[in-house]
T-cell receptor, first 115, second 117 residues
């Protein structure tokens, strides 16, 4: 069974440009989460999808970030326009719906560098 | 608000030594879940263990063991007879149990463990 995949693995862009990150969750996982780790700090929650619906987007930094999950399958996270402080590693995780304390399976992350 | 503290930023030990990674958490919830994840050099986060707040039994899995103590709000992780392959960043995390279906994780800042051959 394929795990969570993320594309690209690395992205280097200039301030003001746009970048789109993609996450493919494990097949059948309704929950999809985005997290971000900035400059060696803790990994912070960004938002949570249940299927195609945004369940919680309280962690989104500002309106330059837009997340979508069309058809409840893969998800994209767009940053437009990118700023220097957006640099970091963006992780995606998925888990099954139902129950509590479900294990979240993480992807390898996308390392974003904004110059 | 939830918080997870991993006070040890970096630890280095010689191979075959035992090492304990500390994790202290804060939450107002009576139902919650604690996790440990390992991040090897390849970058992905690998799930190691989950513990719910009602189960204070310690757990052992091979060379790994976990000590959950609600009285001190700690969930420490011990590696016995460490090996070079244990070198990684280890994250402790917490999720609330009351928000059914929305279990965002609150992470600590991680502990970088280096095992010296």
């Amino acid at each position: 069974e394929a795990g969570v995949t993320q594309f690209p693995s690395h992205s280097v862009i200039e301030k003001g440009q746009t970048v789109t990150l993609r996450c493919d969750p494990i097949s059948g996982h309704d929950n999809l989460y985005w997290y971000r780790r900035v400059m060696g700090k803790e990994i912070k929650f960004l938002l949570h999808f249940v299927k195609e619906s945004k369940q919680d987007e309280s962690g989104m930094p500002n309106n330059r970030f837009l997340a979508e999950r069309t058809g409840g399958t893969y998800s994209t996270l767009k940053v437009q326009p990118a700023e220097l402080e957006d640099s970091g590693v963006y992780f995606c995780a998925s888990s099954q719906w139902g129950g509590s304390g479900n294990e979240q399976f993480f992807g390898p992350g996308t390392r974003l560098t904004v110059l | 608000a939830q918080k997870v503290t991993q006070a040890q930023t970096e630890i280095s030990v010689v191979e075959k030594e035992d090492v304990t990674l500390d994790c202290v958490y804060e939450t107002r919830d009576t139902t919650y879940y604690l996790f440990w994840y390992k991040q090897p050099p390849s970058g992905e986060l690998v799930f190691l263990i989950r513990r719910n707040s009602f189960d204070e039994q310690n757990e052992i899995s091979g060379r790994y063991s976990w000590n959950f103590q609600k009285s001190t709000s700690s969930f420490n992780f011990t590696i016995t007879a460490s090996q070079v392959v244990d070198s990684a960043v280890y994250f402790c995390a917490l999720s609330e149990g009351r928000n059914f279906g929305n279990e965002k994780l609150t992470f600590g800042t991680g502990t970088r463990l280096t095992i010296i051959p």
